[in-house]
């Protein structure tokens, strides 16, 4: 019997060969999928770990502005930073040999090159590994074991640096940045800004006067009736402080009262007629001009009876008849004859009466009791460029002033206070007063300190910033070019020409009005000149004490500013705004700060509870400081 042959056989031993090859392939995916899971493990442990070193070495460089432990603080900082971090859900470490200080020298275009433990530190590097040296080992893998490989050893190093920057500083210089010298400010003022009443600070208008140099006043010779002064004996000095005399006469008085005794312990303030003393000191919460032995009243309209002022004409050997005429108000309907009148009682003038056994025997008078200006005699001369005596009279007379709306008992008190406080509100400007720049008119004097502190910073730490100066009032104006140290200008000479520049200026120098827009306009400009650099972080400092009251082109002045912010921060400068005084609209200050990415910073003008100055004489200087040390950190590598 034949049977049949089938191909069941064969069939089964291709099965068999096919579910080998299945068996084998499916081993080898699965050792390729594995491959492909560790690896790709690998590489996003790699990412976590450089994310860690990136935050670390920012972290850290920022603290190497440090006055103290710099690096010891940079160190923690960088540990603090990586601890933030996962890497394939455990932790990554720094050890303190693995953040190495550093200086980052551009090479080329915007290229930084970090040189290991060269100073000045300005840069930092930071390794972390996830290695058998770290806490918490190697990254552990998934499949390798599979394959004998049990974990990857990763590392990631990453150089941040303190970004060199091109700073423009602009400062307010209008008219107002004086105030806080003026007796506006001497107590509880209105302000200017929402009409609430605002606290009195402790001005330093004595300061101001004591800053000014005698030779401004007049040389004086006692009480009128001394000698001839050698050298000029045909000056007949017959009127106290009105002609040239020894040198050790000229200068105020430093003690209350009209008698003149400075020179002796060395030249105080300036002297005009029988003005020669200060008078009381200005103390806050308690000061009054009534009664001021510094302060003649001279009232319009009326009869003077100031004792002191009596005594001037009486020791000055005025007639009863004449006494009585230049005491009396009867003749002030006309402005000339009483600014005359004023003039003689204040020793800045003689009287040329005529009258019977008068003072003077010849001269043009008519006898009758007007002083005439043809009947003035041996005038004091007004020392300044910008007004006169009969101006300072006319403004001690008025009602529109700043200084009668704080109080109006400065109205027809006349001496050395009023006289500086008439420079400082109506003479600001620099062709009118050029004096009025090396002295300590606030709040610009404490500012011109605090800008002084930045460049002292920057020099100290030995910086690639560069530093310009740009000035503003009811213009702007740009005064120094964006300049750094290089290889032929050091630190010091580079940023000291900020702060010398601006101590050659005053409050209201070029003009009075306030734009505060135009401020930044300035900055914008030099940021974006040719001196500028690519590589740079673009910085802008604004201080001003006041609110903008005009606008480039007649607009909106506070939209100008917000619309000046928004540009700044358009090309990525950072700006920063400080608002100095009591009377500072903070809030335009702080959105333009906002739009900016920057900051903003109020410094007070109320009393220090120890030295009773305005605490932003310190607060202006920490503000600067701190601004001179905040560098953005940036990788750069």
């Known amino acids: 019997m034949l049977t049949r042959r089938t191909t069941k056989r064969p069939y089964g031993r291709k099965a068999a060969v096919m579910l080998q090859a299945v068996l084998f392939g499916s081993t080898v995916g699965v050792g390729v999928a594995a491959l492909a899971v560790d690896t790709g493990l690998m590489y996003a442990s790699k990412a976590e770990l450089q994310n860690a070193a990136d935050s670390a070495a920012l972290a850290a460089v920022s603290r190497l502005v440090a006055e103290t432990n710099a690096m010891t603080l940079a160190a923690a900082e960088a540990a603090t930073f990586t601890q933030l971090h996962r890497v394939a859900g455990d932790y990554a470490d720094v050890i303190e040999a693995d953040i190495v200080p550093g200086h980052a020298v551009l090479v080329t275009g915007d290229r930084f090159e970090f040189q290991a433990n060269q100073t000045p530190y300005d840069a930092i590097r930071v390794t972390l590994r996830r290695d058998q040296t770290a806490a918490d080992g190697p990254v552990s893998l998934l499949f390798g074991k599979a394959l004998g490989v049990n974990s990857a050893q990763i590392r990631a190093t990453a150089t941040a640096m303190l970004s060199p920057r091109d700073i423009a500083v602009s400062i307010d210089l209008s008219r107002s940045m004086n105030d806080d010298t003026e007796l506006r400010h001497y107590t509880n003022y209105t302000s200017e800004n929402d009409n609430t009443t605002r606290p009195g600070v402790k001005i330093n208008l004595e300061d101001t006067w004591l800053a000014f140099p005698c030779e401004k006043g007049n040389n004086g010779v006692g009480n009128g009736i001394d000698p001839q002064p050698p050298g000029n004996p045909q000056n007949y000095n017959d009127q106290p402080g009105t002609g040239p005399g020894q040198p050790n006469s000229q200068g105020g008085n430093p003690s209350p009262g009209a008698d003149p005794q400075g020179g002796a312990n060395g030249c105080t303030g300036p002297r005009w007629g029988w003005m020669t003393g200060f008078g009381n000191e200005i103390v806050l919460g308690s000061y009054t001009p009534v009664g001021d032995p510094g302060l003649y009243y001279i009232p319009r309209y009326a009869t003077c009876t100031d004792p002191d002022v009596i005594n001037n004409i009486t020791e000055n050997l005025y007639n009863a008849e004449e006494r009585a005429a230049l005491l009396s108000g009867a003749n002030d309907a006309t402005d000339t004859y009483y600014f005359n009148r ?5 020793g800045l003038a003689g009287w040329r009466s005529k009258k019977p056994d008068g003072k003077y025997n010849g001269g043009p008078g008519n006898h009758d009791d007007i002083v005439n200006t043809n009947e003035l005699h041996q005038q004091a001369s007004w020392p300044f460029g910008g007004g006169s005596w009969s101006d300072w009279v006319s403004y001690n007379a008025s009602n529109a002033t700043m200084m009668y709306a704080t109080d109006s008992n400065f109205r027809y008190r006349y001496g050395i206070k009023t006289v500086m406080n008439y420079l400082l509100e109506r003479q600001a400007a620099n062709l009118l007063c050029p004096e009025l720049a090396d002295a300590p008119e606030m709040p610009l004097h404490s500012v011109k300190n605090a800008v002084q502190t930045m460049v002292d910073k920057l020099v100290e730490l030995d910086t690639q910033d560069q530093l310009s100066l740009e000035v503003f009032a009811t213009t702007g104006r740009h005064e120094v070019d964006l300049v750094g140290p290089s ?122 509870e120890v030295t009773g100055q305005p605490k932003y004489v310190e607060q202006l200087t920490t503000i600067f ?13």
């Open 625 to 637: 400081n701190n601004l001179g040390t905040k560098r953005p950190p940036r990788l750069i590598q």
């Open 342 to 346: 004023v003039k003689v009682l204040l």
């Open 487 to 608: 290889d032929s200008l050091s630190a010091l000479d580079a940023f000291q020409a900020v702060a010398d520049t601006l101590r050659d200026r005053q409050a209201g120098h070029y003009d009075s009005t306030t734009c505060i827009g135009c401020g930044v306009d300035e900055a914008l400009a030099e940021l974006t000149s040719s001196r500028a650099r690519t590589m740079s972080a673009k910085v802008i400092i604004l201080l001003t004490d006041g609110k903008p009251n005009v606008s480039p082109d007649g607009g909106d002045a506070e939209q100008y500013c917000l619309d000046v912010a928004t540009e700044a921060a358009e090309m990525g400068a950072t700006l920063y705004t400080i608002g100095v005084g009591a009377d500072v609209k903070t809030e335009l200050l702080e959105q333009m700060a906002e739009i900016g990415h920057g900051e903003y910073f109020f410094a007070d003008s109320t009393p220090d």
